[in-house]
């Protein structure tokens, strides 16, 4: 590897009554600082187009109460940190407005930045972990004008030949301020990386090209938007390779060397904004294409299905253009590549939830799913089954019309008879949730009837098609014992158009044998009621014996959302609530309740419904 240059970063330091703000940092970005008072400090960040990012270090305000005013930024509750790894944000009282904070801070030195940094050094260690990892590859596509290297990452697996598998690019940072951005890079290369039966086989059917930082001179010279020769790079696309900036060239060349073999199913442009909610660009069909539009927005729904921080009404649409990575990719390969720009805030999600670095994991987990949903990858533990391989039973009409169903069509039925059936494969014993997928109508049954079974157990679920289309919507779940197929059945009515489109399958955990499952020696733990619930429920437990327990509540994604009860309870019956509504702004959907003692656990589904 060609060696990096030794760069220093010249940023001003200003002392001021023994109070000094400084910036001369990797990332470091602060302009000037002026005082009347040496209470009130106005702070001016460094601006190429624009001064959002800021990131400096005030020393000598060890119980001294200052306040700061950002002249050129748009910050809402900024972030700090005493040790420049754990970053906190201020509270509404430390910053009730925007550009403005004041604290009295308890150490003698503090770092501010408009969001939790993630640099050019912490890039490198993340890399070395990932590295090690026998899937992940690291390769030097060329170096900047200033000798950064561009470095991506080829994750796969390697044993297994690449001709067939699906092609993903992902690459974030071309605004080196956009910092989330990175934090969802991150929660992507988690997932992709854990040892999952899921997760593998997406690694062994889908190569991922994974670019961290695309403007890496930008990131380390503490840039809001453009590079250190003040370029922004997300509008070089459509120049000749002379006038191209040098990263964007190197970029332009590794992607057509690969698309010229053979185009990448998708790509994905992570950027953040200042706007408080996520979206997607997604590309008006005038500038692409109706098939091309369609297959945007199927997969921005699946993006958003079990996504509490982002809702459907989050979206946001514009005219493609040629300069944008996108647009090059439009005139170039045209609808063989579907490519977006996915966007995180820095301050709140549309839930009204604060944006923190564990939540843009998440929203980088749910990502990984909704790839391998989109391209249709089925593995016996996360699969769905569509509608063209449905038997039916009746008068059916196929219909690809609308934005809200999955694949490539969907059924309906007006008649008021018959029926579609879908058949999983054969399962191995364990314990299922799942969910179907519709596209709404006002015209569609409020009454739709779905059985779900498996050997001797079967339930039937009723569920209005009017609303929640677009979606993963839970249904119900379902044993398999030992080994078995599951089946679904739609049957049509008289209240209006049924739609049978998709259902997702997922494996929750496997079924304890009576022999085995020591948990009604221990406790019996009852379903929630009500259930579904909305959004205050009862969960009942008994002890066998005075012991410790822990009673927990997890989302879809396996994230812990509340420690319900802790401690040591006594022997006999038990009742606890769960109030959804003091834990966040939790979406409609499944969440898992956990009792543990020290010998065993138990978990149980329950539905919450808005």
């Known amino acids: 590897m060609k060696k990096l240059l030794s760069l220093i970063i010249v940023s001003p330091l200003f002392l001021i009554a023994q109070v000094t703000f400084n910036g001369n940092f990797e990332s470091g970005n602060i302009s000037t600082v002026t005082t009347t008072d040496s209470v009130t400090y106005r702070v001016t960040s460094k601006e190429d187009i624009g001064g959002r990012w800021f990131y400096f270090k005030v020393a000598g305000i060890q119980n001294r109460h200052i306040k700061i005013i950002f002249t050129n930024s748009d910050v809402t509750r900024p972030m700090y940190s005493y040790d420049n790894e754990e970053y906190f944000r201020f509270n509404a009282t430390e910053s009730p407005q925007s550009n403005f904070l004041q604290k009295t801070f308890e150490e003698d030195s503090v ?11 912490y890039l490198q260690e993340r890399l070395s972990e990932w590295e090690k990892s026998k899937y992940v590859i690291i390769d030097t596509l060329g170096y900047s004008p200033r000798d950064f290297p561009m470095q991506m990452m080829t994750l796969t697996d390697h044993a297994i030949p690449n001709d067939d598998k699906h092609q993903v690019w992902i690459h974030s940072r071309t605004h080196p301020g956009e910092t989330p951005s990175s934090f969802h890079f991150d929660g992507i290369m988690q997932q992709l990386l854990e040892d999952d039966e899921v997760i593998d086989f997406y690694r062994q059917n889908i190569v991922f090209y994974l670019v961290p930082f695309n403007n890496p001179e930008g990131v380390y010279f503490g840039r809001s938007r453009t590079n250190f020769s003040y370029v922004d790079q997300e509008r070089e696309w459509n120049k000749t390779p002379a006038e191209t900036a040098g990263e964007v060239q190197i970029l332009k060349e590794k992607l057509k060397e690969i698309c010229d073999n053979k185009p990448v199913d998708v790509f994905l442009n992570l950027h953040s904004q200042a706007a408080p909610y996520c979206t997607f660009w997604i590309h008006t069909p005038g500038s692409t294409s109706d098939y091309f539009y369609r297959r945007e927005y199927q997969f921005s729904n699946l993006n958003t299905s079990d996504n509490p921080y982002f809702q459907q009404s989050d979206y946001r649409e514009s005219d493609l253009r040629d300069y944008f990575p996108e647009g090059w990719l439009w005139n170039t390969y045209g609808d063989k590549v579907m490519a977006l720009t996915y966007e995180t805030p820095y301050d709140k999600y549309s839930n009204g939830e604060w944006v923190t670095n564990d939540n843009l994991y998440e929203i980088g987990f749910r990502t990984v799913y909704a790839i391998g949903e989109y391209l249709e990858l089925n593995h016996p533990k996360h699969f769905i089954l569509d509608n063209n391989n449905a038997a039916l039973e009746g008068v059916w009409d196929t219909l690809d019309a609308g934005l809200k169903f999955y694949s490539d069509n969907f059924l309906i039925n007006n008649s ?85 489109d998709a259902f997702r399958i997922v494996f929750r955990e496997p079924i304890v044998s009576v022999e085995d499952n020591l948990t009604p020696l221990e406790f019996t733990l009852h379903q929630n009621y009500p259930n579904p619930f909305n959004p205050l429920t009862t969960i009942m437990f008994s002890l066998r014996n005075a012991q410790d327990i822990s009673l927990q509540v997890f989302n879809s994604l396996g994230q812990l959302v509340a420690t319900v009860a802790e401690g040591f309870y006594s022997s006999g019956p038990h009742r606890v609530s769960f109030n959804a509504a003091r834990h966040g702004n939790l979406s409609s959907g499944i969440y898992y309740y956990r009792l543990s003692t020290e010998k065993t656990s138990q978990t149980k589904g329950m539905l919450l419904v808005k």
């Open 416 to 500: 008021g008879s018959g029926k579609v059936l879908f058949n999983s494969d054969e399962l191995t014993a364990g314990i299922y949730d799942v969910y179907g997928w519709w596209p709404t109508s006002q015209a569609n049954s409020y009454q739709t009837e779905i059985n779900i079974s498996s050997g001797f157990n079967s339930s039937t679920i009723e569920k209005t098609q009017k609303t929640n289309g677009g979606q993963w919507n839970f249904l119900s779940e379902i044993s398999v014992a030992e080994s078995g197929k599951i089946n679904i059945a739609v049957k049509a009515n008289s209240t209006g158009i049924v739609v049978a």
């Open 111 to 121: 770092y501010i930045a408009y969001y939790t940094p993630y640099n050019w050094s």
